[in-house]
């Protein structure tokens, strides 16, 4: 299981990449691990405002489906359409080509609230 | 052999059955119906043969596994033997020939065995009444949560929330929802029933009801049940009982006794009717008193020696489906009562208990009993000592196919990690609950000598295990030619 | 009787395993207070031959299709059904079978489901079907709820020439919305919905609107214009269809720009049993699938590559989605599915299509038969199937009861469901009825308004 440090977690299993004023979001090495095979993603269009812990999609596995909680708030302002094709994706590079969103932050301080890979890590060894 | 689609093994203008030709004036549907209306073709419809029909459905029917085909310990399925005579009953012509416009004058039979049936189900309940308009246990779920909903409505006080043990199936949540209710669920303890003071610590005014299933969908009986309910009618609210697990308490014990307000009965599950491959089911409704207003209309109604229809109902939910319910499928509830009377509805749940019992502790220690105690119907395993060698419950499951048994229901409940139910039924000799015990005791030593015979089981069928995640990211739902 | 194989000697060794003295003992988990004290209060048991005897002499208080001339319809058909179809879904390996959750040993089951959706696929010209639904009525309202999940919007429109008892299932399963439900009036003339009407309904929280056609008049409904009108409203059209063998004859709802069509599948090969079990199906365009309610069969391959049929999609389902699922559905009705498939491969696209017209030219020689008796109209002048009203000048009731003594039910009397139609009787002619039959119909009905 990979948790690469340099980047953020949330206990609902995200990852968020910040590059300026843009967070880059995801799920996690251990969020797909658990769902298995991913077989459907659903994803907000660009431009829609997205809140910090509300659900901004959906990911299905075969056996199982799952909301998608937003790290941050702010705008979307690019989306993985790439990703919605091929949803596998997630299953073979959580961290890298099955990023989902690019938001436009309006509030740096919720970055605070998220977890360090250290954290995260062992969050996920508690809840096994 | 392969069996094509039966879209393959079409040819055009090949005839099967044959329509019988018009003894009135032949009509050009042009002459009557605008031709923008109509169509000139149906793409791709089956023109076969009668003998390929016949051919084709018989070897379908060869590529399946029912309780006629052997053992099937679906947990929470109640798959016991379906008596032939209820096929035969079900067809007769008064029954099978009956319009559901035809007066109440014309349908006396029917109605009368639909209202001996309702009594039927009170007195095993202890339920004051009974509608039997629901199509299967969910929509009896709906029926029983609408019922309540009203019931609040009516008073001027509606309430939003409905409580739910984690250990429910998922139709409980689904239709509590679609119901309008929002869903309080709340954990089973250690000993695999709900408690007292988990249910006092949620209850308030603004709840509707808890549902719960008893026996569990554990297979254990919620001893506390009496309690709980005195806790939630002290609120004001109402005890739902899931009915799916009645094969347990048949003539032992009424759930009308413990407190429960609305129960669902599974006609295809406690009261043999066939399953059909999914369906048809029939799910009547019992409730108490407070509760009876507000069933489906129609209700059935005796006057005299008379049956009527009754539609005059206004505190009614209204009406579940067309027409009065799968009737055909009460008249196969109805003669199963008839056949096995007060004794073997009795002996039926003593049997069914006592199967269950003894397959536990039969295979207690070769794998792992989710919880240690006396089962009713039904026993919960894990997969807990086979993931050791990495072999899982699906792995059994299908390993199990192998030995000519159908698998028990795997993966259910949700709270036991690898779970494996078994309900044998009462139906079944003790050879062949000895024959699954014997399997099952052979695949939990090739678990551990040989995992990898148990992993890409199974190996006896026309199929090994079909991808599932190709069928989902794919789906092809329908022949395209 | 009691299908009870256990000997006293198999009890003892059980419980001896067990390591209990009695069966009693069994049943310590459930407290001495809510134990039965005594035996339950039902009828003794009955042997088969005694219980054949029993519900044979029960069946017999009932009239049936065999014994009267019957001119009912109304949402439950009398058609032939050819012995094929009973023979075969008497195979037990299909009926005795649960839910087909283990594909290796229930591709029977899931190829004939596969199947299933195919035919109603090609019937209604829509893209996917699913398993079946209880009935027609629940299809309808389980997808005004799909309706309302896919447009956000709340409002729905049916038609009052919806079936009555359909519109009343729908107005239960939205108990809590039903202020959003509004009714589309017909048409006093045609007995069709007029497209105009419908336009004055539809504002921008109209999330559907809800068809029949043939509507419960018999009148068939003109889909293509109600479907631009709909669409330009970006509202979701559902057409219902109560006799389906309509669609042997006119235009798939789907080429007329339905976005579901559901209806009541019963007259494929199943019998009338006092109203069920019945079948629901229910059909939509691909773009909408994950918004549907009910199971799916999709094709896959084994591991080995061999093709093969399988439950699918079942995210959308209760027991993985639980209070968020599409539908609380679980049970369906298989097996009346399953008669639909060999009834529809039995009689085979011509034998369809044939049918169909059968029907039509009954229908329209019984309508043009009563239309000459003098007191006796057509209600409406819309084109029309195998079912159709008409207007009597007598008391329906007093009308029906002279004809019922000559062994003749002509109808179903509209004052029960519409207050305004207290002088007309629907009436439905199917391959059924002989033409003596219904010259004996008209017949009567001219002595009776004579």
Redesign the interface.
């Known amino acids: 299981m990979e948790f690469p440090k340099d980047i953020k977690y949330t206990k609902e299993h995200e990852w968020v990449r910040v590059e300026g004023n843009i967070a880059t979001v995801g799920i996690t090495d251990y969020a797909q691990d658990s769902l298995g095979d991913v077989v459907y993603l659903e994803l907000p269009s660009d431009g829609t405002a997205v809140t910090k812990d509300e659900t901004f999609g959906v990911v299905e596995s075969v056996k199982a489906v799952s909301d998608l909680y937003s790290p941050i708030g702010g705008t979307v302002i690019e989306i993985n359409d790439a990703l919605i094709d091929n949803p596998e994706v997630i299953n073979d590079d959580p961290y890298g080509d099955a990023w989902m969103l690019k938001v436009e932050m309006n509030n740096h301080g919720e970055l605070e609230d998220l977890l360090t890979a250290d954290e995260y890590k062992k969050y996920v060894e508690e809840e096994k | 052999m392969?069996?094509p689609?039966?879209?393959e093994k079409s040819a055009d203008?090949?005839?099967?059955?044959?329509?019988?030709k018009?003894?009135?004036?032949?009509?050009n549907?042009q002459a009557?119906?605008?031709k923008?209306?109509?169509?000139d073709?149906?793409?791709?419809?089956?023109?076969?043969s009668?003998i390929d029909?016949?051919r084709?459905?018989?070897r379908?029917?060869?590529?399946?596994?029912?309780?006629?085909?052997g053992f099937?310990p679906?947990g929470s399925?109640t798959?016991?033997?379906?008596?032939k005579?209820n096929?035969?009953?079900a067809?007769?012509?008064?029954?099978?020939?009956?319009?559901?416009?035809?007066s109440d004058e014309?349908?006396?039979?029917?109605l009368?065995?639909m209202y001996e049936l309702e009594g039927?189900l009170c007195?095993?309940s202890g339920m004051d009444a009974v509608t039997l308009q629901p199509?299967?246990?969910?929509?009896g779920?709906?029926c029983g949560m609408?019922a309540i909903?009203?019931y609040f409505k009516e008073k001027g006080k509606p309430r939003k929330k409905v409580i739910i043990p984690d250990t429910a199936?998922?139709?409980n949540?689904?239709?509590?929802?679609?119901?309008?209710f929002?869903?309080v669920p709340i954990k089973e303890e250690n000993g695999g029933v709900i408690t007292p003071d988990s249910v006092a610590a949620v209850m308030n005014e603004d709840t509707a009801a808890l549902m719960l299933t008893n026996p569990n969908t554990l297979g254990?009986?919620e001893?506390n049940?009496?309690e709980i309910a005195d806790i939630v009618h002290k609120k004001g609210g109402f005890i739902y009982c899931d009915g799916a697990n009645l094969n347990a308490l048949?003539?032992?014990?009424?759930l009308g006794?413990?407190g429960v307000d609305v129960i669902q009965f599974n006609l295809?599950k406690t009261f043999?009717t066939?399953?059909?491959?999914?369906?048809?089911?029939?799910?009547p409704v019992g409730v108490k008193n407070p509760l009876e207003p507000f069933l489906?209309k129609p209700r059935i109604i005796k006057k005299g020696k008379r049956f009527n229809l009754d539609y005059n109902r206004p505190k009614s939910?209204?009406?579940?489906?067309?027409?009065?319910?799968?009737?055909?499928?009460m008249?196969r509830a109805?003669?199963y009562?008839?056949?096995?009377?007060?004794?073997?509805?009795?002996?039926?749940s003593?049997?069914a208990?006592?199967?269950a019992?003894?397959i536990?502790?039969?295979l207690k220690g070769r794998y792992h009993l989710a919880y240690n105690?006396?089962c009713?119907h039904e026993c919960v395993f894990s997969d807990k000592l086979q993931s050791e060698k990495d072999v899982h419950i699906l792995d059994i499951?299908?390993r199990l196919?192998d030995y000519g048994f159908?698998?028990p229901t795997i993966y259910?409940p949700l709270i036991v990690s690898g779970a494996l139910m078994i309900e044998p039924t009462?139906?079944?000799?003790?050879e062949t609950l000895d024959g699954f015990i014997d399997a099952m005791l052979k695949i939990a030593d090739e678990a551990q000598e040989n995992p990898a015979l148990v992993k890409n089981a199974?190996h006896t069928?026309?199929?090994?295990?079909?991808?599932?995640?190709?069928?989902?990211?794919n789906?092809?739902?329908?022949?395209k030619g | 009787m009691s299908y009870i194989p256990h000997t006293e000697k198999d009890i003892q060794e059980m419980l001896d395993a067990v390591g209990v003295a009695s069966v009693e003992e069994l049943f310590k988990p459930i407290p001495d207070n809510l134990r039965l004290k005594k035996p339950l209060n039902l009828p003794a048991s009955l042997s088969e031959q005694e219980l054949h005897q029993k519900l044979s002499a029960l069946g017999k208080k009932n009239a049936t299709v065999d014994e009267y001339i019957s001119f009912l319809g109304a949402g439950a058909y009398h058609h032939y059904i050819p012995s094929v179809v009973n023979h075969l879904i008497l195979r037990s390996e299909f009926y005795t079978a649960y839910t087909p959750y283990q594909p290796e040993i229930s591709q029977g089951t899931l190829q004939a489901i596969f199947e299933y959706q195919t035919l109603i696929c090609q019937l209604t010209g829509m893209e996917v079907a699913n398993a079946s639904m209880y009935d027609g009525a629940s299809a309808t309202a389980e997808a005004v709820l799909m309706a309302r999940r896919i447009t956000n919007r709340a409002k729905v429109i049916l038609n009052a020439a919806l079936h009555p008892e359909y519109r009343e299932v729908v107005k239960t399963y939205l108990s809590g919305n039903r202020d959003n439900i509004k009714e589309v009036f017909y048409c006093t003339e045609t007995g069709r919905t007029l497209p105009d009407a419908i336009e004055k309904l539809l504002d921008k929280d109209t999330s559907c609107v809800v068809i029949q056609s043939p509507n419960f008049f018999g009148s068939i409904e003109d889909i293509k214009t109600i479907s631009e009108v709909v669409h330009k409203n970006n509202s979701i059209l559902i057409v219902a269809i109560t006799e389906p063998i309509s669609l042997g004859l006119l235009k798939p709802p789907g080429e007329l720009g339905a976005d579901i069509v559901v209806g009541e599948g019963q007259a494929f090969g199943n019998g009338l049993n006092f109203g069920g079990p019945y079948l629901g199906f229910f059909a939509t365009l691909e773009k909408y699938l994950r918004q549907m309610p009910g199971r799916l069969v999709g094709e896959t391959v084994d591991k080995n590559g061999k093709r093969g049929y399988i439950l699918t999609m079942a995210t959308r389902e209760q027991h993985i989605r639980r209070e968020k699922a599409t539908s609380n559905i679980c049970t369906n009705e298989g097996l009346c599915a399953l008669s639909a498939a060999i009834y529809l491969t039995a009689i085979g696209k011509n034998g369809l299509m044939e049918l169909a017209r059968l029907n039509l030219s009954k229908a329209e020689y019984l309508k043009n038969g009563l239309a000459n008796i003098k007191g006796i109209k057509p209600a409406f002048t819309a084109p029309t199937f195998n079912e159709f009203v008409i207007e009597v000048e007598k008391e329906p009731d007093a009308v029906l009861k002279v004809l019922l003594k000559k062994g003749i039910i002509a109808g179903l009397p509209l004052k029960k469901f519409y207050s305004e139609l207290s002088r007309h009787i629907l009436l439905c002619a199917t391959e059924m009825n002989s033409k003596e039959e219904m010259d004996e119909l008209a017949d009567g009905l001219g002595k009776v308004m004579a």
């Open positions: 392969k069996e689609l039966i879209f203008k090949r005839k099967g059955v044959s329509i019988p018009s003894d009135c004036p032949e009509l549907p009557v119906i605008p923008d209306f109509l169509r073709d149906i793409k791709g419809f089956p023109e076969v009668e029909a016949v084709h459905f018989t379908l029917s060869q590529r399946n596994f029912g309780v006629d085909s099937y679906l399925c798959m016991k033997y379906n008596p005579i096929e035969d009953t067809r007769l012509a008064g029954f099978s020939k009956a319009h559901p416009y035809q014309l349908s006396q039979g029917a009368q065995l039927f007195e095993i199509a299967a246990g969910a929509h779920e709906l609408l909903a009203a199936h998922g139709t949540p689904a239709s509590s929802h679609l119901a309008g929002s869903v254990l009986f001893r049940i009496k048949m003539g032992i014990a009424k006794d413990m295809h043999s066939p399953h059909g491959g999914g369906g048809p089911g029939s799910g489906p939910i209204g009406r579940l489906k067309a027409f009065y319910g799968n009737f055909a499928i008249v109805y003669s009562i008839r056949a096995m009377g007060p004794d073997g509805l009795k002996k039926a003593e049997m208990v006592l199967n019992n003894y536990k502790e039969k105690q006396t009713m499951a299908k196919m159908h698998p259910f009462e139906t079944e000799t003790k199974p069928t026309r199929l090994g295990r079909l991808d599932e995640t190709r069928a989902a990211r789906p092809v739902l329908r022949w």
